[in-house]
Structure formats: C-alpha cells, structure tokens
C-alpha cells in the first residue's frame, strides 16, 4: 500500500476529529472522501500531508511510519480549496515553485514547467500574471503545482470547490483522464457527490470522525452503508421497515424487496426512480405536493393520505402528473434495498 492510516486518531480538546480511521490507499489509485461539514476530512489530510500531529495510531507511507518525518520530506503534493496562487509570481513562477525549493537547475524547471501546463491544458501561458487568469485556469495552475515535482501521492481539498457547476462537471473528467495517464496516486476530498462518484475509484463516506462507508462508486450507490450514508447522497426515501421474505412493511404500505435481504427490523431504502407513478385508483392515494423539473425527468414529492413521510418520485417528463394531482404508486423491485 502506498498509504496506510492504522487507528489513526486526532483530538481536539475532548473531540475526536478523526477517531481511530482505518485506510489504504494503492499505488494509482484515486481515492475520494465524502463527508459532511465537520466530518474531518481536511483533518485526515493534514493528518497524512505532516500538517497535523497525529494523537494515536499511524501514518505509513510506502510502509514507513512517517511519525517523525516532516511535512516537506514526505513526498505528497497538496492542492487546496483556495489555491493559494503567488500573486506576484507569474504562471511559471508559480508552477515551479516546488521544483525551485528541491533545488531544480533553471532549465530543468523551464522544461518541467512547459511540459505541466501543456498536460493541464494552458500550453504557453507561463508569461501571464496570476490576476488574469479566470477561477477555472487558477485551478490549472494549482494543479500543474502540486504535480511538478511529481509527489508519490497527491492530495486534494476539495479541488473544484469554488467552480461553477459546468466548469466542475467538465474538470472532474479532465482530472480523472489526467491521472490515469499519469498513474498518479490521488487522496481527494470533497463534499460533492457528485465530484466524489465522477473522480474516484473509491469512494470513502466519513460521519463524525470515523469511516461510515468505503467502496467504489457503484457499490457505495447502489448499496449505502446505513441511513446515514444513504441521506447524505441525497436518498430521501429511507424509513423503519418491518422485512418478511421478499415484502418489507413500511409507512407506505408493502413494499417488495429482493430475495435474499436481511430480515427483521431494518432500513429501507426506496430509490427515487423505483416508485412508479400510475393515475389514482388504489387507496390510500397520493397527493404531488412538488414537481421539479429536472431535464428528461421531472421529481415528485408525493404525500400518502395519513401521515406517512412524503416519497420522492422520478418520473419520464411527458407521463409527469402536476402539482397537486391525485396518484396511486407502485414500487419496483430492483430499486429498493434493505440497508445495514
Ligand atoms: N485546529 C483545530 N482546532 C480545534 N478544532 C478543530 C481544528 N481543526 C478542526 N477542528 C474540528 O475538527 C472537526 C473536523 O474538522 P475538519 O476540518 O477535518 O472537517 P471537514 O470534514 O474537513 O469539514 P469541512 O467540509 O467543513 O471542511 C470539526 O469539528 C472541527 O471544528
């Protein structure tokens, strides 16, 4: 393993901000966590960057406890939310400034520095001042940085985070795409889902200090941890069920569910797109209390007659029911799991 956290524990006053964190990460793979506000994301970085002393358990990098070994001798690049460009520095000064304090010759940086900002995508802007550049090629900038001197593993804190969406949404692909052509090692974190499941070959859900989740994306999503890790990707049907076979009993009536899950007293969870929506009929019915409009589909909330907790709903735009309608649901399947 390239990076092992084993019991690794930080506390502050009383408070563990990281409490007792089991983690590996492997040579090229790219790691992202996933957590609330608070959660200690940033704690684990610094905690494995050297900026943030350890109170328990350890650090390993490449197998070696980096206990007494200091930041800037640990060999891993950090690229942060703000970025922290030298203003008065140029594009290349900037770039270089990793290779300049590793004692780098002048045109060994010249050449390094032409080569990262070709692979970031602003070939020839090394002349240009920092203040011109728009938030998103900063964002390059900071990343060509952190790379230059090549860091066994690089780390990220929330990397995109003050990008509009679409600018996001396109620089996640591009980073993704870039570190698989690099084989570099990547610890990034965010509170963006989204980013998180387009980035990562592993995905790591923190709550409260401690690791709720780790898997790959498509493990994570289809089969969240808990109702914790459930709500936090944003699944808003998770309730108290009572399973018998392949039938769980739930504040909105029997809702079926694979063979094979757990029995017993549980934690369902309906996906959104497993709640099929048909014109009133059966009772008790429904009422679309909310419709939104999400391009192809449309979400629905959706309140039962008595006082169950609403459903959200996705549905094809042209078959949407309007606000206020009266509907009957069915549920499928192969979107509901019974969590834990
Ligand atoms: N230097 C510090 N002194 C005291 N408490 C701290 C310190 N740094 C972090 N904490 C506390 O540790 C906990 C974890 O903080 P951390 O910054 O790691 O969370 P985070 O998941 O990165 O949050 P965010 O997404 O808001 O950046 C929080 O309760 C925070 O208040």
Redesign the pocket.
């Known amino acids: 393993m390239l990076l092992s956290l084993e019991g690794t524990t930080v506390r502050?006053g009383g408070?563990a901000?990281l409490d007792a964190v089991d983690l590996a990460v492997a040579e090229h793979e790219i790691v992202c966590v996933l957590?609330p506000?608070?959660?200690?994301?940033?704690?684990l970085l610094r905690a494995v960057a050297g900026l943030q002393q350890v109170d328990a358990g350890r650090v390993l990098l490449d197998g070696h406890d980096q206990v007494r070994v200091p930041a800037h001798r640990r060999g891993v690049g950090l690229m942060f939310q703000d970025h922290q460009l030298f203003p008065q520095r140029d594009v290349a000064g900037n770039v270089a400034f990793g290779l300049r304090m590793r004692g780098a010759g002048r045109e060994e940086q010249a050449a390094r520095v032409r080569e990262l900002l070709e692979l970031v995508g602003l070939p020839g802007a090394g002349g240009r001042a920092v203040g011109t550049l728009s938030g998103g090629e900063q964002q390059r900038v900071a990343l060509a940085r952190a790379l230059a001197p090549s860091p066994r593993l690089l780390m990220l804190d929330e990397p995109l985070g003050q990008l509009d969406r679409t600018l996001r949404e396109r620089l996640v692909v591009e980073l993704r795409e870039l570190f698989g052509r690099l084989g570099t090692t990547v610890l990034a974190?965010t509170?963006d889902q989204g980013e998180a499941f387009a980035l990562a070959d592993r995905v790591v859900v923190m709550r409260d200090g401690r690791i709720a989740q780790s898997g790959t994306p498509l493990e994570v999503w289809q089969r969240p941890a808990d109702a914790f890790v459930a709500r936090f990707l944003g699944f808003e049907n998770v309730t108290g069920a009572s399973v018998r076979g392949t039938v769980a009993e739930t504040p909105w009536g029997r809702v079926p569910v694979p063979e094979g899950s757990a029995q017993g007293e549980r934690t369902l969870l309906v996906r959104p797109s497993g709640v099929r929506v048909t014109a009133a009929g059966a009772e008790p019915g429904y009422t679309v209390t909310a419709r939104t409009f999400q391009g192809a589909q449309v979400a629905l909330r959706l309140r039962r007659d008595g006082d169950a907790p609403e459903l959200e709903a996705l549905c094809p735009l042209r078959d949407a029911p309007g606000q206020g309608d009266r509907v009957s649901v069915s549920f499928d399947t192969r979107e509901t799991v019974v969590l834990g």
């Open positions: 502050f408070h901000a957590g506000s608070g959660s200690g994301k940033s704690t974190v509170h």
